[in-house]
């Protein structure tokens, strides 16, 4: 690939990388002489036409999603029967190569990942884009621990055929249940990928494994990950909730936009209560998983005949292939869970005392109220939008009283309003009862707008960035701007953003320079010549000189480093300034001599003395 050059204008340097279905190079851009990353795709792929016909439609889908969250597309195209993608080049790692090198991550880092990857999906989702394929290896870690994800339109634009390819096997790990049936895909299904990211990022292992690519499909889709909690103790149980409810089977039961479970995260960084339910714990057929946390409640399976109940907890550890520890055995993979065990007659008998306790309260509940011995049964009145004050008039009314009074947060209902109350309206009470509310404290996610940065310093727009609660990621780029000003950023001044969102904008390096080539003692020719390659114009002024020949350069200005399309003035001798010429003296007869000693004869010496004569 040496000397490689694609599109007539990418000059390929060295690679950086390589995946399934492409391998990327670093890339100097001769038009714009900017370093870039040149993503070619492999062979395979480049003779397959329904590959080449979706990959010219999704790559221009992807140059035009615009996100400090995602790696800019700068131009695509084809070179013979190379296809690739020329992106923004970055300096960093993937986030697979993090967590194999420092394991589970810090909760909080989870989360800060999470959130950002689902900026990135939102802008997608909105352009009617599905990632298809979010995963670590398509996450890359910036050196400021910002993310970018790549890969948009590519991984849709590809084959999603399971094979044995140890690349699709990677993959594999983090597909949704309905992508390996192969049924139509939507923003869920990203989410659920993304859930399996954030897995093995609280974690530091996949949710399911096996032999190959098949295998850990089918556990995709039929078996219910061991709770993450279970592999790392430290784990909180919010993030943990949030984690699973995005790896729901059934893709109504998960979050439904990525801006959704965007606000989840970001509440749960705030510290703000997050009212995300428990995730499922049966699964079609009739499997009960323990996943409320470590320890909490028991994992079987069951006939589909058989009624499922929840162990409470205390009556006995979660059971998972591989013991305590919740490490998967070699030959089951990790995230299987075993059949029940066998049980002694003890356990069966403590199981029946326990069903019939249940079954004596049903009966028990069922009678009062057909007897009337709960009072008559109504509907619950509305408190949503009252105050307190407002909503305990309003259950004296009925007979009705206050419950547990909870905070939360809401964009929909006032500081200090109800924001939400259970039982809630409609439902059946009876006179006595009481009804929990949980009372807004604020907006569930704090905006702010944008400041104005361009025309600012770098150090200015930072400050601004800081009092608006605004995360600041510096590009700097060759600009005719002032060096080091701001001349662009993203998202646009006035916008209003999520406290805590990055705005990238770029500074100015200044113009686009070259160092000025001492062309002095060069003919004029010579001098024009090499200047004129260098991207500079000439200007020639002439002035004579006794000591540069005519026709050279005598000196040149302006010198150093110089914007490109500057003009370089020369001063060209016009060789040695010419004598004024004087007009002759009359001539004149001399006086005669004298000759001292006219006997004396004259020599050669006399006559070199007085010439004349």
């Known amino acids: 690939m040496q000397q490689q050059v694609l599109g007539g204008r990418y000059l390929i340097k060295d690679r950086v990388g390589s995946g399934g279905m492409a391998t990327v190079y670093r890339a100097q851009d001769q038009v714009l002489d900017r370093t870039v990353a040149i993503k070619i795709m492999l062979p395979q792929y480049a003779a397959d036409a329904t590959f080449a016909a979706r990959f010219k439609q999704e790559a221009q889908a992807a140059a035009g999603l615009q996100s400090p969250y995602i790696v800019g597309i700068y131009d695509w195209g084809k070179d013979g029967d190379t296809y690739y993608i020329v992106m923004e080049y970055l300096r960093g790692t993937d986030l697979k190569s993090g967590i194999r090198s420092h394991g589970a991550l810090d909760p909080k880092k989870v989360a800060q990942i999470g959130s950002q990857i689902c900026g990135a999906l939102s802008v997608a989702h909105k352009h009617e884009i599905i990632h298809r394929d979010i995963k670590p290896q ?62 093995e990022c609280a974690t530091g292992q996949v949710p399911f494994d096996g032999e190959d690519a098949i295998s850990v499909a089918v556990k995709q889709m039929n078996e219910l990950p061991v709770p993450p909690s279970q592999l790392n103790p430290n784990l909180d149980p919010n993030l943990e909730r949030i984690i699973l409810r995005c790896m729901e089977k059934d893709a109504a039961n998960r979050f439904q936009s990525a801006d959704e479970l965007r606000l989840a995260l970001n509440a749960y960084l705030a510290g ?149 109350q259970t039982p809630g309206e409609g439902k059946p009470v009876h006179e006595g009862d009481k009804i929990d509310i949980t009372i807004a404290q604020g907006p569930e996610t704090k905006t702010t707008k944008v400041p104005t940065l361009v025309g600012r310093t770098q150090e200015e727009a930072e400050q601004l960035l800081e009092e608006a609660g605004l995360t600041g990621h510096p590009v700097m780029e060759e600009n005719d701007a002032e ?25 100015s390096s200044g113009p686009d320079s070259e160092l000025v080539e001492n062309v002095s003692g060069y003919s004029f020719d010579e001098a024009q010549r090499i200047l004129g390659e260098q991207g500079f114009g000439v200007n020639p002024t002439y002035e004579y000189s006794s000591t540069i020949q005519e026709g050279y350069v005598i000196s040149y200005s302006p010198g150093g480093a110089q914007p490109l399309g500057t003009t370089i003035t020369l001063v060209v001798s016009k060789g040695p300034e010419p004598q004024p010429e004087t007009d002759p003296e009359p001539a004149t007869d001399p006086e005669p001599a004298t000759d001292p000693n006219p006997d004396t004869e004259t020599s050669d010496s006399d006559e070199e003395w007085a010439p004349g004569l």
């Open 272 to 420: 703000r209560q997050i009212d995300v339910p428990e995730p499922t714990r049966v699964l079609a057929g009739g499997a009960i998983a323990g996943m409320g946390g470590a320890g909490t409640t028991e994992t079987r399976v069951m006939t589909e005949k058989t009624q499922a109940m929840a162990r409470p907890a205390g009556m006995g550890a979660t059971t998972v292939r591989g013991g305590a520890s919740g490490q998967a055995s070699a030959s089951g993979g990790q995230g299987a869970y075993d059949p029940e065990p066998k049980r002694s007659n003890t356990g069966k008998i403590v199981g029946i005392v326990i069903g019939a306790i249940v079954a004596i309260g049903v009966i028990a509940f069922a009678a009062m109220t057909l007897l009337g011995g709960g009072g008559q049964e109504f509907p619950a009145p509305s408190l949503l939008g009252m105050t307190q004050e407002e909503a305990e008039e309003e259950l004296a009314k009925y007979g009705l009283e206050l419950g547990t009074i909870d905070p939360g947060y809401s964009d929909d209902y006032a500081e200090g309003e109800i924001m939400d």
């Open 138 to 199: 398509n996450i890359m870690v910036l050196p400021d621990g910002n993310i970018k994800v790549m890969d948009f339109g590519i991984a849709r634009a590809k084959n999603s055929h399971l094979t044995q390819d140890n690349n699709v096997l990677g993959t594999a790990h983090y597909v949704s249940p309905e992508q390996a049936r192969g049924q139509e895909l939507g923003p869920t299904s990203d989410i659920y990928s993304l859930g399996v990211v954030m897995y």
């Open 483 to 507: 060096q080091g000003t701001v001349f662009e950023q993203n998202p646009e001044a006035g916008e209003e953003v999520d406290e805590g969102s990055t705005v990238t904008y770029k500074v």
